[in-house]
């Protein structure tokens, strides 16, 4: 007993779970004005979650559409708008904070043993600086829309009408909120970790919110001054990327994509950082290959600033660069792959139990794979000519940013819930719901690979007839999707009824946030967090004994 | 607690050096300004040598002014990470932009005359 | 970190832990809290790096592009002006440096009095801008469509012009947000908030204002002198 936690056993409960960091004060304004990283957790959370409903009535709406070939139930005005606003919501203020602003301010810190991150102000700076972006946004929508697609290109986007330069602004804002964050996490993970914890011995997640911290602080700001360079066109008719006036509209799609890649991986390898917590916890056996994961995140990380120029292999970039950019996007596909094979290795005889977060995570490998190998059809020059702007594309980004993203997003919150709120929701319900948006999420972009293979344009309102039983398919399969995702609204929210009823931890964890109680108090720990094990440290003589929850059937494989 | 100690250590630098660096930050500017009134051989040796000065002027304030040189090597990291994503952005764009089809509206030196649609062969 | 903030079931205290009102409660050392500062701070100046570099990178290709109209419209800035204002932006962080240093040796006087001075020499920077874009602005030098200067031999220069504001613009920015922070760090310094254990807003001013002045480092060559 030694060697497990310096801290009260789990059966000594010393506060009482009433008295947790969600009641304690108590009042909205308390709320408003609080640094806790978990309150601005839970407040990104909800804000997100609004984004996300937003963002998903879009998509449902614009899959309506599609269900004919001519008009359905919009014009083809409205049509441009609402994709454009899907995009731009969902890319902007869902996915990019998702992960690591709302599910990473809460869990980070109590991963790293620390009471706080490293700037409580800044981090409450973050949240309300989102909250003026997504407000500038959604005035943009109501004041005459966007139609330009989430990406602005010009010349298009610089001379079309509507609130172009509001939204521009207003993304330009929420970069910021993202800046401050990524700031905040690296500062916490060099300062703040728990005595005697290495770098080696953080848990994965943290190595992987490290890497999207590091993209986040050097690729946001070119993000920045495109957007504001994009706003001066508009307004002053600056000529730098207008061709009438002497300017390049490629350079326009350099400086785009030169935040827009990186920010590819901003959006994906926080959900591979909730993976590799995912994975080991449900397999209850030790992470395979944990410096290899460590590390492919960063070399993700550093390897996605080098490949932006894939996106502009039909867009009138040098023939040259074209080669170089396709060639470098390959290498990136690598430190992927090297992650997919470690969490296989790690389920290979371990003693995996299917609980709902467990389910997600095995959707996010088959999901991500498929979205990760199309990525290589379109990185290669000559196959993304005949594929480049269909809808293979289309499919191939939803695959990663909704099959990977937003599955392992789905997958950490159905993980961290009874840790956020200190309620268990109905287990069977969340597998339900899980089986209804996997088949729902294939159903709805599987068939556009065929779409876009057969030479389906994306964006088009109107298509010929042959396409209409695969794109009516999609729309059904669209259904499904947002079936399970209510039902995943409904089995949370529902749990929120109960009184407190988890454990602290209920899924036999092995880092630092399963050991204080859940809710945790507002400092976090009811004891001094000094790390006594690895994070994945499954050896059966090194678990404390607790009968029902965590019984390692055999001993686990070997790898410490 | 023994913060004051290390606080004391880290404030190196002191006085005699700040003034120092300060007057060759003064003659290297003297020198880019004269240096400009100079022609030396192709414009291009001009625009290096002035970068070049710029360089060596940055690299005094950020060793000396912002204390790189007595700090933790982090801070330093941070900078240099920064200036080379931004010699990567550069340098990419540079060799798009070089290694272009002349042909290409977006080559054209010159403003593309009409609203015409963008391929109009750009006569001017 | 002293016991009772650990164990204490309080509700939160922020930045009261105890004895320290400097030091916040979730670092147990000042150490721990400079160096997380400073690594913050420097964050963020690698952030205005890459925001500035976006500038730089689509003058550098335009200029490339248009280098003739380049050559010509800077002979419409006046080196002399540009020229003193790297003088008096070099001399300001000059001070800056004495007034982090000052601190750091709990010279409280001399921390105001150098603090006093960096803003005047912000002020007089400004003053000198505020000349030459008026001067600009008489002439009809001024950025896109609002380009008016009338006799022109090169064509396109409202795109070196176009640059010039934008950059110039955009740092003159950052002197203002400098004189603002500097601001606040005088007001605390008068009130002797800062000695030799925490003076660690005076350092972050310190850094961003020398990041301000390295940016115009650069600014001065590319945009008054080059041929
Ligand atoms: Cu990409």
């Known amino acids: 007993m030694a060697d497990v936690l310096a801290v009260p056993l789990h059966a000594t409960h010393k506060h009482d779970a009433s008295d947790n960091y969600l009641t304690n004060p108590r009042g909205l304004k308390s709320w408003l004005t609080t640094v806790d990283h978990k309150r601005i957790g839970i407040m990104y959370l909800w804000a997100i979650l609004a984004a996300f409903l937003i963002g ?52 980070l810190p109590l991963m790293l043993g620390a009471k706080d991150v490293a700037f409580p102000r800044l981090n409450l700076l973050s949240y309300y600086i989102y909250v003026v972006g997504a407000i500038l946004g959604i005035t943009a929508m109501v004041g005459g829309g966007i139609d330009t697609g989430w990406t602005f290109y010009t010349p298009y986007s610089s001379t079309t009408g509507g609130a172009v330069s509001l939204m521009t602004f207003a993304a330009f804002v929420l970069g910021f909120s993202s800046i401050f964050t990524g700031i905040n996490f690296i500062a916490t993970i060099h300062k703040l970790r728990a005595p005697g914890m290495t770098w080696y011995q953080m848990p994965l997640f943290c190595w992987s919110m490290y890497a999207t911290a590091v993209i986040q602080v050097l690729a946001t700001p070119v993000l920045g001054i495109t957007l504001l360079l994009l706003i001066m066109e508009r307004t002053f008719h600056i000529g730098i990327f207008d061709p009438k006036l002497g300017g390049d509209p490629v ?109 997600y995570a095995i959707s996010f490998l088959l999901l991500f794979s498929i979205g990760g190998l199309t990525g290589l059809f379109l990185g290669m020059m000559s196959v993304d000519i005949h594929l480049h702007d269909t809808y293979f594309v289309v499919a191939h980004f939803h695959y990663v940013m909704m099959g990977g993203t ?46 876009g293979s057969r030479g389906m344009p994306r964006r088009y309102y109107n298509y010929l007839e042959q396409f209409q039983p695969l794109h009516q398919f999609s729309t059904f399969g669209s259904w499904i999707l947002g079936l399970g995702l209510f039902m995943v609204a409904g089995n949370l929210l529902a749990s929120l009824r109960k009184p407190y009823d988890a454990p602290r931890n209920p899924w036999g964890g092995r880092t630092f946030e399963w050991e204080t109680q859940s809710p945790p108090i507002t400092h976090n720990f009811d004891f001094d967090p000094v790390l006594k094990h690895g994070p994945y440290d499954y050896r059966p003589e090194k678990l404390p004994p607790r009968p029902g929850v965590l019984s390692p059937a055999r001993p686990a494989g070997g790898h410490s | 607690m023994s913060h004051d100690t290390t606080h004391a250590e880290r404030a190196h630098g002191g006085p005699k050096i700040y003034t120092l660096v300060l007057v060759a930050l003064l003659i290297l500017t003297f020198i880019t300004v004269g240096a400009s009134y100079v022609k030396l051989g192709s414009g291009m040796a001009n625009v290096i040598l002035a970068l070049g000065i710029a360089t060596v002027k940055g690299s005094l304030v950020g060793l000396f002014f912002m204390h790189l040189r007595y700090d933790k090597p982090l801070n330093a990291l941070v900078l240099l990470v920064s200036l080379f994503m931004l010699g990567l952005f550069l340098l990419s764009c540079y060799t798009d932009f070089e290694t272009r089809d002349p042909l290409e509206p977006a080559r054209l030196k010159a403003p593309v005359a009409a609203p015409a649609p963008a391929a109009a062969h750009g006569a001017h | 970190m002293s016991e009772s903030a650990l164990t204490a079931p309080a509700p939160r205290a922020p930045e009261h832990s105890g004895h320290d009102s400097t030091l916040q409660h979730h670092f147990a050392t000042h150490e721990q809290q400079f160096d997380a500062s400073k690594i913050g701070m420097w964050l963020f100046l690698g952030t205005e790096i890459l925001l500035f570099g976006g500038l730089f990178v689509g003058y550098g290709l335009m200029q490339a592009a248009h280098s003739e109209a380049f050559v010509a419209a800077h002979h419409h800035l006046d080196k002399r002006l540009g020229f003193l204002n790297t003088v008096v932006l070099l001399v300001s962080s000059w001070t800056m440096v004495m007034a ?128």
């Not at chain 1, 559409?65 to 890319?91: C, D, Q, R, W």
């Not at chain 1, 040259?320 to 430190?335: E, G, H, Q």
Request: charged share 10%; glycine share 8%; proline share 4%.
């Open chain 1, 251 to 359: 350079l326009f799609q350099h400086f785009f994509w030169f935040y827009s890649h990186p920010a590819v991986y901003i959006m994906i390898v926080p959900g591979m950082a909730i993976i590799s917590e995912l994975i080991p916890t449900f397999s209850k056996k030790s992470i395979f290959g944990y410096k290899a994961i460590g590390f492919s995140s960063i070399a993700i990380a550093l390897l996605g600033f080098l490949v932006w120029g894939h996106h502009m292999f039909v867009a009138g970039q040098s023939q040259l660069a074209s080669t170089l950019f396709s060639f470098l996007t390959f290498f990136v596909a690598i430190p992927s792959g090297v992650k997919v094979f470690n969490w296989l290795a790690t389920m290979y005889r371990g003693s995996i139990s299917l609980e709902t977060p467990m389910l």
């Open chain 3, 100 to 227: 982090v240093h000052s601190a750091s040796k709990d010279r409280r006087k001399a921390t105001v009095r150098y603090l006093i001075a960096t803003l005047a020499c912000a002020a007089i920077f400004l003053c000198v801008k505020y000349f030459e874009y008026g001067h600009k602005f008489h002439e009809g030098l001024l950025p896109g469509m609002y380009y008016s200067h009338k006799g022109d031999a090169v064509p396109n220069q409202f795109i070196f012009f176009s640059f010039y504001f934008m950059m110039t613009g955009l740092h003159a920015l950052h002197i203002l947000g400098g004189m603002v922070a500097m601001s606040w760090v005088l007001r605390k310094a008068v009130r002797g908030e800062f000695s030799s254990t925490w003076y660690t807003p005076v350092d972050l001013v310190g850094l961003y204002w020398h990041l301000v002045d390295l940016i115009w480092i650069y600014l001065f060559p590319l945009l008054y002198l080059i041929s």
């Open chain 1, 56 to 107: 998903g009535v879009f998509a449902l709406l614009v899959r309506i559409e599609l269900l004919t070939p001519k008009t359905t139930i919009m014009s083809a005005e409205t049509y441009n708008k609402m994709f454009s606003l899907h995009g731009a919501v969902m890319v902007f203020l869902f996915i990019i904070p998702s992960i690591p602003a709302a599910l990473g301010n809460f869990a």
């Open chain 1, 406 to 451: 937003v599955i392992a997003f789905l997958g950490g919150l159905h993980y961290w819930w009874p840790k956020m709120f200190g309620r268990m929701y109905n287990e069977n319900l969340g597998r339900i719901a899980c089986a209804l948006i996997f088949v729902g999420f294939n159903a709805t972009f599987l068939p556009q690979f065929v779409l």
